[in-house]
């Protein structure tokens, strides 16, 4: 579906209102138009719970600036509506009480922007981009060994905010955050279809790995938010072990090309 919202050759629009995370960023991020409600959350946490950034959302990431992109998808940090406008991950924001009368009216607008464009706020300063300078000089380091050094070298006003965004990637599965790291910066070379192939690799994997049993554990049966990460530190990842996360399948996810997609009657 995913996929599918991608190639369409339609305006499509997502309006939303609350906390926007995993399956919901893939159905939201590729429609034309996205419209932000005043409970907008956005954040993809998998790392947090032994996953990675799934369903094509590392092709949205691969592509933010000043590596936002490498900072959301490794930390899984919240941002709201002012945050998402600023990145682009939003199109729109106005209050979710109007959702009902543009959706009465979609299906007589033409173009639509008319009719998003006049009911659009300004959402406010973000304050995430008040951390951009640091976030692209940390978030570009090569591994996730080199960018918690860089958070840690930080000094003056940042050094606070930095030493928070080095202790919540310390909480993150280390093999997570190898995979997120590669997986993300591979998608920005590519096209969604490429992307969402190896999303199916990389989630079959994940599914047969320890990781992901204990970080849903950990986090949301149990919720004693104390994991027991295998390996257990950055140190530990085996480089070869990470590869063999990314090597072909078997039975590859199979999707039809743009083309193919798109002539579909």
Request: with cysteine; proline share 5%; glycine share 6%.
């Amino acid at each position: 579906m995913n996929w599918a919202l991608e190639c369409f050759s339609k305006p499509s629009v997502s309006l939303i209102d609350g906390a926007l995370m995993g399956s919901g960023v893939g159905l939201t991020a590729f429609n034309t138009h996205r419209v932000a409600g005043e409970k907008y959350l956005f954040a993809m946490p998998e790392t947090a719970i032994g996953l990675f950034p799934d369903v094509g959302a590392a092709h949205v990431l691969a592509r933010l600036p000043h590596e936002m992109g490498l900072y959301l998808g490794l930390t899984g940090r919240t941002i709201g509506r002012a945050d998402a406008f600023a990145l682009g991950l939003v199109t729109h924001c106005f209050s979710a009480a109007l959702f009902d009368n543009v959706i009465e009216q979609l299906s007589e607008a033409w173009p639509i922007d008319h009719l998003l464009d006049e009911r659009h706020v300004d959402p406010g300063e973000s304050e995430l981009m008040r951390h951009a300078l640091t976030i692209s000089n940390c978030f570009s380091a090569a591994t996730p060994t080199a960018i918690m050094e860089r958070l840690a070298a930080v000094t003056g006003s940042e050094a606070e905010w930095a030493a928070g965004v080095r202790k919540d990637l310390r909480q993150r599965a280390p093999l997570s955050l190898e995979v997120s790291i590669r997986h993300i910066r591979q998608a920005r070379t590519e096209d969604l279809r490429e992307t969402l192939v190896r999303d199916y690799r990389l989630a079959c994997r994940f599914l047969e790995d320890k990781d992901f049993a204990e970080g849903v554990r950990a986090l949301l049966i149990d919720k004693d938010k104390s994991p027991n990460w295998r390996p257990a530190t950055l140190a530990e990842v085996d480089p070869a072990g990470v590869d063999a996360y990314f090597a072909p399948l078997d039975e590859e996810l199979q999707l039809p090309t743009r083309e193919e997609l798109q002539a579909m009657p």
